[in-house]
């Protein structure tokens, strides 16, 4: 079993608050405050867990520059002030940028009891096997 350092825990912790936050700015009307404590917590958070050198080498490869231009130009637009545009901006940044990872976490949430059986259903699993089959291939591609 592997270890989890007490870096990785915190940053498990600001990731989760920054995903809160996240939630709470869009639920409160795109609250820009709320908005971008919930990206700095994220980001910082991602860092800890997978460590300052990885998260710079993982933002700033090559092939995915387009994606980390898009989903740091949304953080920036939400700071200047248009939250609604800037989410956008970065939502569709943060698809390009983590769509490798999700046939891994669709497979994992299919093993989670309540989640499983709601992924299983006719509708709900042809839409999450084209997601995880797209994405899979596109990755490969790229």
């Known amino acids: 079993?592997?270890?989890?350092t007490d870096f990785q825990k915190i940053g498990v912790g600001l990731?989760?608050?920054g995903v809160a936050f996240l939630f709470l700015g869009v639920l409160f009307f795109f609250d820009k405050g709320l908005?971008?404590?919930g990206n700095i917590l994220f980001i910082?958070?991602?860092a800890f867990v997978i460590?300052?050198?990885r998260t710079v080498k993982f933002f700033f490869?090559?092939?995915k520059l387009k994606a980390t231009g898009f989903f740091i130009g949304g953080i920036m637009v939400v700071l200047i002030g248009w939250p609604v545009i800037g989410m956008c901006v970065e939502m569709y940044g943060f698809?390009?940028?983590f769509s490798g990872f999700f046939p891994v976490v669709i497979n994992f949430l299919r093993r989670v009891p309540v989640l499983g059986s709601l992924l299983s259903l006719p509708g709900i699993r042809s839409i999450a096997d084209k997601l995880g089959e797209s994405n899979s291939m596109g990755s490969s591609a790229a």
Do not use: P, R, Y
């Open 1 to 4: 079993m592997m270890q989890i």
């Open 51 to 53: 460590g300052l050198e």
């Open 15 to 17: 990731t989760g608050f």
């Open 61 to 63: 490869q090559k092939h």
């Open 95 to 97: 698809f390009l940028l």
């Open 35 to 37: 908005l971008a404590i």
């Open 44 to 46: 910082c958070g991602l």
